[in-house]
């Protein structure tokens, strides 16, 4: 998630690009955890979201894998973040074992497939997904991969989706002059596309920039 007129504090002591309104909301949607599916993170850094999101999954009882995708390799920027907030890492440092002994503190079955997204999504076992967070497929052709291959899983009536950086773009989207900005609507032009498909069920424009959404009907 980027960080645009927030204030992200860190979860438990594990640095965050996301703010404390976004971890207790994920720590509800963990909470609410009804048992029809997996969880899972797409772009989880050092897991303070992934660790709000088990938090309240181990509340409800959850009993299957929690798959995660990421890279884990520390560029500048992330090394930069990790510093304001106390953690000193390397450029290039393989943050996977960080993001497994902050979230294994807390759950021991955590499936964290590194690599680029999207080829790793296909590694998933394909069981119903109840709850998706994506603060990695962000822009094309990565979004619309990543969402091809995850849709397919999702359960109408019950999945919830969370789209960071969601309004990150949209709200540029009069203003922008980057040329690839286009490319960086692929979330909101596609919940655009597929607004029929989807109930909205949580907002955070002003702090936070994600949005959250629960898949209704199924997208054929
Ligand atoms: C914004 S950070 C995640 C922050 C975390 N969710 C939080 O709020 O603290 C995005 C993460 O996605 C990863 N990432 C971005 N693009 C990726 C890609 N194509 N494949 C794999 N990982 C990617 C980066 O390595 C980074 O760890």
């Known amino acids: 998630m980027k960080i645009d007129l927030m204030e992200t504090a860190n979860y438990k002591g594990i640095p965050a690009m996301s703010p404390p309104e976004v971890h207790q909301y994920?720590?509800?949607?963990?909470?609410?955890?009804?048992?029809?599916?997996?969880?899972?993170?797409?772009?989880?850094?050092?897991?303070?979201?992934?660790?709000?999101?088990?938090?309240?999954?181990?509340?409800?009882?959850?009993?299957?894998?929690?798959?995660?995708?990421?890279?884990?390799?520390?560029?500048?920027?992330?090394?930069?973040?990790?510093?304001?907030?106390?953690?000193?890492?390397k450029i290039n440092q393989n943050l996977l074992p960080l993001y497994l002994e902050n979230t294994m503190r807390i759950y021991n079955s955590v499936s964290a497939t590194p690599g680029n997204i999207p080829r790793t999504l296909l590694t998933y076992s394909k069981k119903p997904i109840e709850i998706c967070v994506f603060d990695a497929p962000k822009r094309n052709p990565t979004f619309r991969k990543s969402m091809e291959l995850v849709l397919p899983y999702f359960i109408p009536g019950v999945t919830v989706l969370g789209l960071m950086d969601y309004y990150f773009y949209a709200r540029r989207r009069d203003t922008q002059r980057k040329v690839d900005w286009v490319e960086f609507m692929a979330p909101v032009k596609f919940m655009e596309t597929y607004s029929e498909h989807f109930t909205e069920l949580k907002d955070f424009e002003e702090n936070g920039s994600c949005k959250f959404f629960r898949y209704e009907k199924q997208i054929s």
């Open 26 to 89: 994920l720590n509800e949607i963990g909470q609410g955890w009804t048992g029809q599916g997996v969880a899972m993170e797409a772009g989880c850094w050092l897991g303070a979201t992934s660790v709000a999101l088990l938090d309240g999954l181990v509340k409800a009882g959850y009993d299957k894998p929690f798959w995660a995708f990421d890279r884990w390799r520390a560029n500048e920027a992330e090394v930069r973040k990790a510093r304001e907030q106390g953690v000193s890492l």
